[in-house]
């Protein structure tokens, strides 16, 4: 056993059950074994490994856990948020995605990063949350990424009610409109030609989706804002998070968007970098100056 860990409980999970995550699962399982780290498994994991031997509630994880290694893409990453990383447990990324820009580590480099993270030499990250209230409900939904007031329907426009800060901004016809983090900017939002904010902005982006106007554009404001909407006419609408839940919204019904009060801790590598993220999975250049190029 290797002292003066900084882990010493770490659960494994993935929301996907294929034979690379389970194989990725065993070689993480092998590296906290021989540095006699305890491993734990949620139940709602869908890891299948032979090494596990017992898995636990989702409660116990939380209660037990010092650290999640998300196993898979962004996807897998943001149900270990909405799960654990919620609850103030700090959430690594194991990256079997495609952009994973929330997951960080590569399979060839699992081992020798995984050991280096267990002792102690990684960085920590730390995202908002955003909440999601309907007018007259105690239930409140939770997004990392963005929360989306949507008609339901293709190409079918809604309309609706804009406030900050209980302060009238706009009222819009559209398919929809996103309210994205700064770490959603490069999720959903990206794809509408929203702009990329880097993650230590503390900013939430209001994103008109195909907006039925040509002065629309894209708004930004500070993250401890309160956005409401308020559907009107006879629009239906939907509102999603993280494209997670579909929560019907009535017209004249107030949706209230906050920040949470819990946020997420990200372990990543000390050597990982937002933009060179940012230039290796959206091509943003052929080449990289040397340290020496004026």
């Not at 090494?51 to 149900?79: C, E, F, P, Y």
Request: hydrophobic content about 35%.
């Amino acid at each position: 056993m290797v002292s003066n860990l900084k882990f010493k409980n770490v659960a494994i999970y993935s929301s996907l059950n294929d034979k690379k995550v389970n194989s990725i699962a065993n070689q993480v399982i092998e590296v906290l074994s021989n540095l006699g780290i305890n491993y734990l498994s949620p139940l709602s994991s869908r890891i299948n490994s032979k090494l596990i031997k017992k898995s636990h509630t989702d409660k116990t994880i939380v209660n037990r856990s010092d650290l999640v290694i998300a196993i898979g893409g962004d996807g897998t990453l943001l149900s270990t948020a909405r799960k654990f990383g919620y609850y103030q447990i700090p959430v690594l990324g194991i990256n079997l995605g495609n952009l994973g820009f929330l997951t960080d580590i590569p399979p060839r480099d699992l081992t020798f990063m995984l050991n280096e993270i267990m002792k102690g030499s990684f960085t920590e990250d730390r995202r908002i949350f955003l909440e999601a209230k309907v007018q007259g409900t105690k239930q409140t939904f939770k997004a990392l990424n963005e929360i989306v007031l949507h008609s339901g329907s293709i190409a079918q426009l809604i309309e609706y009610d804009l406030f900050i800060d209980d302060e009238f901004v706009y009222r819009q016809k559209a398919d929809g409109l996103i309210i994205s983090t700064s770490t959603g900017s490069t999720a959903y939002s990206l794809s509408g030609n929203g702009p990329i904010i880097s993650p230590d902005v503390r900013a939430i982006t209001l994103l008109p989706m195909f907006p039925h106007s040509l002065n629309a554009r894209t708004l930004i404001t500070n993250q401890d804002r309160t956005i409401k909407l308020r559907v009107t006419g006879k629009s239906k609408a939907y509102l999603s998070m993280d494209s997670h839940n579909n929560l019907k919204v009535n017209p004249n019904e107030d949706v209230y968007i906050q920040r949470a009060d819990t946020e997420l801790t990200l372990i990543h590598p000390v050597d990982h970098s937002f933009f060179y993220s940012c230039r290796n999975k959206l091509g943003w250049s052929l080449g990289v100056p040397s340290k020496n190029t004026p």
